[in-house]
């Protein structure tokens, strides 16, 4: 009897340390995910894609209001000035001022690349939530670029409609960013890396304002994101998010 | 030995009706085998040289990984000079570049995925007849902006003449090509994949949209005479280093180079059952020839003859024979296949229709080449070869006393 007891009790406490380390776990990538985030955002942005043979540079203005409402404004290259991408929920739009034209993209054309980026279409509007498709475990503690990180596990829910098999992320200890995330598919095998550095104050947070993916298998290319400025908690609803303002916004 | 040549020609003419009767099955075998063959082939010959002046031609050059990835960024700048070169190569008939990419078109509210392809208007036409294609509206010319749409692809967005369309894709790395154009004709095909996709532009209006000012996804070549390739395409091909692809047509299209192997091959069992019945045609009347003359070997063996010199005459004999019959064969067949040729034999009915919905025109069309005669020649030769070898065995058992009581 005694020793029953004890065996439920030495079992109740292993359930309770394991839950209670993937509380942890997923505690911090809550944490991690909403200092970037926010309910409402407003964002400039600098995209550097680099290729084997050339490199594009976009700059583009970003309001987003989560999870299912955004609009990028383009502003330089000259050529693609003032396109606009609007997105609604599953839908992605393009108003093209050369032809004076709202486009919807076709389901057939979500997959391509958009404005030459390693992003898809289908990509702005996929609604994954690291939070929340993932089941997260601390894997312990580890230094990187100078900063003490936890190193969590990342296995997506089967049910969750993520192309990944796993994600490996550092999160800064005491300040909650993500410094680097690595992405491995089905067979665990790594296929690309996200390194965030120049890390200071932008929108009242102090977050990442570098952000590079790095694809293994072709090292000398990748896409660069650097935030000019960013506004969270930005004053918009989703009235804005409309096919009319999209020819308005500037 | 001219004796025995003699002593068998002679053999041959001195029962004249068994000599031609024999002969005959083997000149109608021979016509019929080779009619056979060469319509097969013709009807590849003529399938592949519609596919390729369809659309890709017989060769095509690209940058390298173009034809896997289809992407614009593996596009190619080539210098005159280097066109000037390829067009030097003998039997090169006709370069056309082309610029091609995927972008959506949109009319309306009406968007869908279409082939964009630039094209130098004149030399296009002189590959793919696209004038000839044209339904409605004027044919582009140089530096045109205007576009030349798929008839099916303009019943789909509901444009017609003189509507302006916008196109919207990417372009040269990375670059957003968009513009708003007119427009100016409407082409037809048959093929219901090109009708529902094909978008044209001008050379110079794609470079200038996909802003890849003198570049080119690729040079479709044609040659005057199809057999010719492999010499053209290592002549292409050495004009280029590693960082350019130079394709063959059945690179290009495996697909029809399979329903060609899967035809060829029923082809080739009919054949097959063609010569079976051939051979026993053949052999039959050497049999009953042989079978005839049994009264004749006996007394010719019982008054000294050597058996061995009655084989070799016997041999002789059905080598004359088969020769006439072989020979008679290809004679009368050259110029009725080089008649077929000249003048297909149309169709008529359904199967016209069907070949039409393929963009073919509905006939049948014969070869006409050495390849086809040498190779029946040959086989059925060796037919009545083996044939022949019966009455030697014939010979060497016979049994004189026995021969002459038959």
Request: a positive charge; charged letters at 20%; aromatic letters at 12%.
């Amino acid at each position: 009897m005694r020793i029953l007891s004890i065996n439920i009790f030495i079992t109740v406490f292993f359930l309770l340390t394991v839950i209670g380390h993937s509380q942890d776990a997923k505690e911090i990538i809550k944490k991690s995910d909403e200092l970037i985030k926010s309910k409402s955002s407003y964002a400039e942005v600098t995209m550097t894609v680099v290729k084997t043979d050339w490199t594009r540079t976009i700059t583009m203005k970003n309001w987003s209001l989560e999870p299912h409402y955004a609009i990028i404004y383009i502003t330089a290259p000259a050529r693609d000035k003032g396109t606009v991408t609007l997105k609604r929920k599953k839908e992605v739009w393009n108003w093209i001022p050369a032809a004076q034209k709202v486009i919807k993209i076709p389901p057939s054309m979500m997959l391509q690349s958009w404005m030459g980026s390693d992003f898809t279409n289908d990509d702005l509007v996929k609604e994954s939530s690291v939070v929340n498709d993932y089941t997260h475990t601390l894997l312990g503690e580890e230094k990187f670029a100078g900063y003490d990180c936890y190193k969590i596990e990342s296995i997506p829910k089967p049910d969750a409609g993520v192309v990944w098999g796993k994600l490996l992320i550092w999160v800064a200890k005491n300040e909650y960013f993500q410094l680097k995330v690595e992405f491995f598919d089905e067979d665990e095998f790594i296929v690309k890396t996200y390194i965030g550095n120049d890390i200071k104050e932008m929108g009242g947070r102090i977050i990442p304002t570098h952000w590079e993916m790095l694809p293994i298998d072709r090292p000398d290319e990748k896409t660069i994101f650097i935030y000019n400025k960013i506004e969270f908690n930005y004053n918009v609803n989703e009235t804005f998010f409309s096919e009319r303002n999209m020819k308005r916004v500037r | 030995m001219k004796t025995y040549l003699l002593l068998a020609w002679r053999n041959l003419w001195r029962n004249r009706r068994r000599t031609l009767i024999a002969s005959a099955s083997i000149f109608f075998a021979v016509i019929f085998a080779l009619l056979m063959r060469s319509m097969q082939e013709g009807s590849y010959d003529y399938m592949v040289d519609a596919s390729v002046s369809m659309y890709t031609g017989y060769i095509q050059v690209h940058a390298k990984d173009y034809w896997d990835k289809r992407s614009i960024d593996k596009s190619m700048k080539l210098s005159q000079t280097k066109i000037c070169k390829i067009d030097s190569v003998k039997h090169v008939t006709l370069i056309t570049p082309r610029l091609e990419s995927f972008s959506l078109i949109s009319y309306g509210n009406v968007t869908k995925v279409a082939s964009i392809v630039g094209i130098d208007p004149e030399l296009e036409n002189e590959m793919t007849d696209l004038k000839n294609k044209l339904i409605f509206g004027k044919y582009l010319i140089e530096n045109s902006k205007g576009v030349m749409i798929a008839e099916g692809l303009a019943k789909l967005l509901k444009v017609e003449i003189g509507d302006s369309i916008v196109l919207y894709g990417q372009g040269y790395h990375g670059v957003t090509a968009a513009a708003q154009v007119e427009v100016e004709g409407i082409v037809k095909f048959t093929l219901p994949a090109l009708n529902k996709t094909m978008v044209y532009l001008s050379l110079d209006y794609a470079q200038w949209l996909y802003a890849a000012p003198n570049r080119v996804t690729s040079l479709s070549i044609m040659i005057d005479q199809a057999k010719k390739i492999n010499e053209v395409h290592l002549a292409v091909r050495n004009l280029f280093d590693e960082k350019y692809e130079v394709m063959m047509w059945s690179e290009l299209m495996p697909e029809l180079v399979q329903s060609i192997e899967v035809d060829n091959a029923g082809g080739i069992i009919m054949l097959g059952i063609l010569y079976v019945v051939i051979g026993f045609g053949i052999f039959g009347t050497v049999m009953m020839m042989t079978a005839e003359r049994t009264k004749e070997f006996g007394i010719l063996i019982s008054i000294g003859m050597k058996k061995w010199r009655l084989s070799f005459v016997s041999f002789l004999e059905s080598l004359f024979l088969s020769f006439i019959g072989v020979l008679a064969g290809i004679i009368v067949s050259i110029p009725i296949l080089y008649y077929l040729k000249q003048n297909p034999i149309p169709l008529t009915g359904e199967m016209a229709n069907v070949m039409l919905k393929f963009g073919l025109d509905p006939i049948i069309p014969f070869r006409f080449a050495a390849n086809i005669f040498v190779d029946q020649f040959l086989t059925v030769l060796v037919i009545a070869m083996i044939s022949a070898l019966y009455p030697l065995s014939y010979i060497r058992k016979l049994n004189p006393v026995k021969a002459m009581r038959k």
